[in-house]
């Protein structure tokens, strides 16, 4: 009898395989296989087109024009995160992107200066993607779009939903609003000029778990994990 006893309390301390068993890691990118193309296809437009126009931008532009640029496209941002704030019941937020658009559309010339800062109002960065996490949206595949580079099927679908309650969008000039969205594509690229000496092993996967990290921290308000990196641990991977 005492045998048994003590069997049974060796069975019971063993761990048992299903209730201990770690989860399987979850894989943020199914669609490596495709996705993997459309990286090289995005990788030799930007060697050869969008990195070289973005270079000579930086090269031609002096530094308080390349700020004034950010500035703009900044006080742009902030108009979409007015909207956001409010649709995810962040009124405070709501009310900092929309209190910077107004005084740095007006007192800072269209968003050329950042007046809004010095006054003590602060950005509330978030977009529609972010939106639709707070809903409780799960981010879904990795994706590699092409022309607009990485993306999940989460931020994917709130960059559609962004760029059409964006500002550009609903100026009626074609050339003008054109020129903006181009502006805003080869200033954005200039801005990573310098990261692009961080890349290391294989850029496919720096990039995406780069990517996901930045979300994943982006969506939950500064707080992450990091379970992207274990997929490259195969790799030359260095953490970003």
């Known amino acids: 009898m005492n045998v048994s006893r003590l ?20 894989n943020p990118d199914p669609l490596e296989a495709i996705n993997r193309p459309l990286f090289e296809l995005n990788n030799k437009l930007d060697q050869y087109f969008l990195r070289p126009v973005a270079q000579g931008y930086d090269w031609v532009m002096p530094g308080f024009a390349k700020r004034g ?59 529609f993607g972010h939106t639709l996490a707070i809903w409780g949206f799960e981010s879904g595949p990795y994706l590699m779009v092409p022309f607009f580079g990485p993306r999940t099927v989460r931020s994917g679908t709130g960059t559609v939903f962004d760029v059409y309650t964006s500002i550009p969008t609903y100026i009626d000039n074609v050339p003008v609003r054109n020129s903006l969205f181009g502006l805003e594509l080869i200033d954005g690229r200039a801005r990573l000029l310098q990261a692009d000496e961080l890349l290391s092993g294989d850029a496919y996967i720096f990039i995406r778990d780069a990517y996901l990290q930045q979300r994943e921290t982006f969506v939950n308000d500064g707080v992450v994990q990091d379970d992207f990196s274990d997929f490259g641990d195969e790799e030359d991977w260095e953490e970003f």
């Open 7 to 26: 069997l049974l309390l060796c069975l019971l301390a063993l761990p048992l395989p299903m209730a201990t068993a770690a989860e399987p890691e979850r």
């Open 69 to 127: 640029v950010g500035n703009m496209f900044a006080n742009m941002y902030d108009f979409n995160s007015a909207i956001n704030g409010v649709l995810q019941g962040r009124f405070v937020g709501a009310a900092q992107g929309g209190g910077r658009f107004l005084v740095n559309s007006t007192l800072g010339l269209a968003g050329l200066f950042d007046v809004a800062t010095p006054m003590g109002i602060r950005p509330y960065r978030t977009d």
